[in-house]
């Protein structure tokens, strides 16, 4: 292969994503077992194929610079094939190249020795000398991964001596087992990091070149564009640390080690410990940095309340504490309930206790493993602090809200938030001021709240000397639907108005996106660690001076700010950062399982309240095997999230590619495009589809970069109203005659999620189903033309004979400080609590002329929160004004579960006399 050639599979992942690139390579080894198989048949007719040798020679030349990245199959078993097909021992060649196929697609090499073997019938004495220093004996039962060695040490004889080194050092006691991968340029080390999810560890060592030897364009300019590196700025002295800082920007969970052969001491005293875990003068002691890296490895390995409650499990235990069920003993020896019991198996009840003694530790107060695991998960997540909830993130809502908003404090939230947050509000006595999302009417949802609205807020607030009172912005990321905020770009904007508010977002869905690089930056942790080391740079203090110069002190009524990139001021900035995750939602976690992250430069000050507020809503009697769940989703989440997450993504596109693209289902169905979802006034880089021509992961990841709004491809909002079925009837549809589960829906489609859990074969099944749904209906429309009338009908009335979503009207006067002002917040705890009393209360039914009345008098309040699901969002609060607009949208809607609303009995509206006698308080 020339010094610049690209293969083609190396050019699709770079080109398509780094989430195509291992399915791709995957692909591409079962296409060359197929391939040789064809050409073995031929062989043995006695006339070889030609056109499956050329496609072999093809997929050779294609897979060559992959796997120079990844240690298995290796150069070993690589020339073991070439020579096969020298020989034209085609029988063999095929056995070898379908073996190791399969052992890619397995992951047997990770655990069988044999898999790293030609095998008796096909080495011959040539392939004996290349593999017999492969796992001879060793035992792969034990967790494998892959090591990066950056060195310009790199000919073939040279990496096979490095690796005859590393190898010598194993020892039984091992925990795991790696092989080594050699990189021998900056960019090929960057290449590895990314498209190798086994690498766990990575050592540089001083003197490698920067470029590689492979043509790759789009990886230059991503350097220089993005991470800021080009060869020329960069002195050659520099490549380790700087290479170092360029991988955590993308997988800040791998450690990193320093090799150098020069002033060691100087520069350990210079380096950022966070991109380097440990510095070693030379290769002086390679056992020291073998144990290192296990060290490094085994730390993110060991969850520390799991590791107990097994140590627990084993134990005889005496129980005397309240819980019966406990070591299992009252199921197992039962007549009527053992079935309970041999469902389960054993460990679940042996791993029961109410105790926190033992070394159980306390979720309440946690000063053992419980903590350890805990400070382990602020690690992995990127926060200073992070706290198991076992409550559900409902709760974990209530806690963060509780624990920063008091009596009277202004809270900017977006109506369309889970109830937990309103409810919350009620409780703490914080006053709402619902800012709102874009609506996506066609299809009866919202979107994000855009950022010139809460400008606009914050700013007519400090016209009215009320910003002190502000001291929340509530928004969720990413949305039920999938869109993801600008979080860098918002908070930045909204810390220039008001500096030291907190933030609380709610990223019920979005626990995984620390793992995904795209996904990273727009998360609350990953904006807040970036902000922190932006604010803290000369360059930002020079950027900040001259946006002063400029702007001056910022006028509240000058409308041009609205438009301007505003920028805070770094002395005066309190980064004060919450984020709420549903762990169990996207990874690998029991229900209800829930992260509270915590980034605050307050935090001193607010650790009491905070904690006052987790004792407030959490279980003293916390289940044990949800905060097991939560310890191991952090080691998975460290140890292997950025390959799932990534393959994740990558089943989602395929999926979008497919359905789309299919002249059958595409008649009926369609995937909503990043286009169909955000706005194009939110889309500053005019990124409309992941499937779009000439759409590269550079196009993706500068939309990313600058677009206020972009739509998370794991989150599939599949529109089946073009089908004739409205969400609620195709997601019974589905569960009742496919078993394929969701659990979202609007009024025209049906949310689809793709998370670490799903295979190729999820998505097959999909797709099949989809296929055969639509064949059924062309069939039927075809013969059928009163059925084809009445599709037409149902298809025009569910998505184009589509209800308004309503605004946030407004809290009553008797609810608001000041009625007359420009700003909307209030009191919703008052007239929450009034509703207690039925005495203050009358229910009018929908469709009366008497709720006519009072909508048009003005005084028909809400008594309490209506959430109709689909849309899922009160579209009445405590306190609010009804509006026509509300009662014509409740009228319309066909949906059958309706929270705070019953049919029979009606709206529940407080009393006009109550509202006068609230008016004289």
Request: aromatic share 10%; charged share 25%; hydrophobic share 40%.
């Amino acid at each position: 292969m020339s010094a610049k050639t690209q293969s083609p599979a190396l050019a699709t992942g770079l080109k398509n994503g780094l989430f195509s690139a291992s399915e791709a390579r995957f692909d591409r080894w079962c296409d060359l077992g197929h391939a040789a198989e064809a050409l073995a048949a031929t062989a043995q007719a006695g006339k070889p194929s030609a056109e499956a040798r050329a496609q072999i020679g093809q997929l050779l030349v294609a897979l060559e610079p992959l796997e120079t990245l990844h240690a298995y199959p290796g150069d070993a078993l690589m020339a073991a094939l070439k020579d096969l097909l020298e020989r034209a021992d085609f029988a063999g060649f095929s056995r070898l190249a379908t073996r190791v196929g399969k052992a890619l697609l397995n992951g047997t090499y990770r655990r069988s020795a044999k898999a790293w073997k030609a095998g008796e019938e096909s080495e011959g004495e040539s392939g004996e000398r290349l593999l017999k220093d492969y796992f001879e004996g060793e035992d792969l039962a034990k967790p494998y991964f892959e090591v990066l060695v950056v060195s310009d040490d790199g000919t073939p004889e040279q990496v096979r001596q490095v690796r005859n080194e590393w190898r010598k050092l194993r020892r039984p006691e091992d925990p795991f087992v790696y092989e080594l991968v050699v990189a021998t340029s900056f960019e090929d080390a960057v290449l590895g990091a990314v498209l190798n999810p086994n690498i766990q560890a990575i050592i540089i060592q001083d003197n490698f070149r920067f470029q590689t030897r492979l043509h790759a364009p789009l990886l230059r300019e991503y350097l220089q564009q993005h991470l800021k590196l080009d060869a020329a700025a960069v002195a050659p002295q520099d490549y380790g640390v700087t290479l170092a800082k360029a991988i955590r920007a993308f997988r800040p969970e791998l450690d990193v080690y320093l090799v150098v052969d020069r002033g060691i001491e100087r520069l350990a005293s210079q380096l950022d410990s966070k991109n380097i875990r440990r510095i070693f003068y030379g290769i002086e002691d390679l056992m020291e940095l073998h144990l290192a890296i296990f060290e490094g490895v085994n730390d993110r390995y060991d969850t520390p309340y799991f590791n107990n409650l097994k140590n627990y499990a084993r134990k005889p235990m005496g129980t005397f504490h309240a819980l019966p069920i406990a070591r299992g003993k009252s199921v197992f020896k039962s007549h009527w309930i053992r079935d309970f019991g041999y469902f389960y198996g054993t460990n679940i009840f042996l791993a029961e206790s109410s105790a926190t003694t033992g070394g159980l530790d306390s979720l309440l107060e946690p000063t053992g493993n419980i903590k350890a695991a805990q400070e382990k998960a602020a690690r992995a997540f990127g926060a200073q602090k992070l706290f198991f909830a076992t409550n559900g993130t409902s709760t974990s809502n209530k806690i963060a809200v509780q624990a920063i908003v008091r009596p009277g404090d202004i809270v900017l939230v977006d109506r369309n938030c889970h109830k937990s947050h309103h409810y919350g509000l009620v409780l703490c006595g914080g006053q709402p001021l619902y800012v709102e999302a874009y609506p996506l009417m066609q299809y009866s949802m919202y979107g994000g709240v855009p950022l010139r609205t809460i400008k606009k807020t914050l700013l007519d607030l400090k016209a009215e000397g009320k910003l002190d009172r502000v001291r929340m912005l509530l928004l969720t990321n990413c949305t039920f639907d999938g869109h993801i905020y600008n979080v860098p770009r918002f908070m930045e904007e909204v810390l220039a108005i008001k500096p030291d508010i907190v933030f609380l977002w709610d990223e019920a869905w979005y626990a995984y996106s620390r793992f995904s690089p795209f996904h990273r930056r727009r998360s609350a942790m990953g904006a807040c660690e970036a902000l922190r080391e932006r604010y803290a740079s000369p360059a930002y203090r020079e950027e900040y001076e001259a946006f002063k110069k400029k702007h001056g002190k910022l006028d509240p009524k000058n409308p041009k700010l609205l438009d301007t990139h505003l920028l805070p001021d770094p002395d005066a900035v309190k980064l004060r950062v919450y984020a709420t995750t549903s762990t169990h939602k996207s990874l690998s976690c029991f229900r209800q399982g829930s992260y509270i992250m915590v980034n605050d430069d307050c935090w001193e000050s607010t650790e009491a309240t905070f904690e006052e507020a987790f004792f407030t809503h959490t279980s003293t009697s916390p289940n044990l095997q949800l905060i097991a769940s939560l310890d191991i989703a952090r080691r998975q989440a460290e140890l292997e999230g950025y390959e799932l997450v990534m393959r994740s993504i990558e089943l989602a596109l395929m999926l979008r590619r497919e359905v789309n693209s299919h002249p059958l289902i595409s008649k009926y169905f369609r995937i909503a495009t990043n286009a169909d979802m955000v706005p194009k006034a939110h889309r500053a880089s005019g990124f409309e589809d992941f499937h779009a021509p000439g759409v590269s992961w550079k196009t993706m990841h500068d939309a990313w970069e600058t677009d206020e709004f972009v739509l998370d491809p794991t989150r599939i909002t599949l529109l089946c109203g073009t089908a004739g079925f409205d969400g609620t009837a195709f997601k019974t549809l589905l569960a009742n005659k496919f078993d394929i589960q969701l659990n979202k829906t609007s009024r025209n489609s049906i949310l689809l999620q793709s998370n670490i859990n799903n295979t190729r074969s999820d998505i097959a099944y999909l797709i099949k189903v989809l296929a055969d749904i639509s064949r059924d209906l062309d069939r039927r429309l075809a013969r059928d033309a009163e059925e084809k009338a009445g599709f037409d009908a149902r298809v025009k009335s569910l998505c184009h004979d589509l209800p308004d979503l309503p605004n946030f009207s407004r809290f009553h006067d008797v609810f608001r400080g000041n009625p007359k002002s420009k700003t909307n917040e209030g009191d919703m705890r008052t007239p929450f609590f009034l509703a207690y009393d039925e005495a203050n209360c009358e229910h009018l039914t929908l469709n009366s002329k008497d709720l006519d009345a009072r909508v048009k008098r003005g005084d028909a309040v809400s008594a309490n929160f209506v959430i109709p699901y689909p849309p899922g969002f009160p579209i009445m609060a405590p306190g609010q004004v009804i509006t026509p607009e509300i009662i014509t949208f409740m009228r319309k809607l066909d949906v059958k579960e309706i929270h705070g609303y019953h049919a029979a009995a009606g709206l529940k509206l407080l009393k006009p006399e109550v509202l006068k006698k609230q008016k004289k308080h």
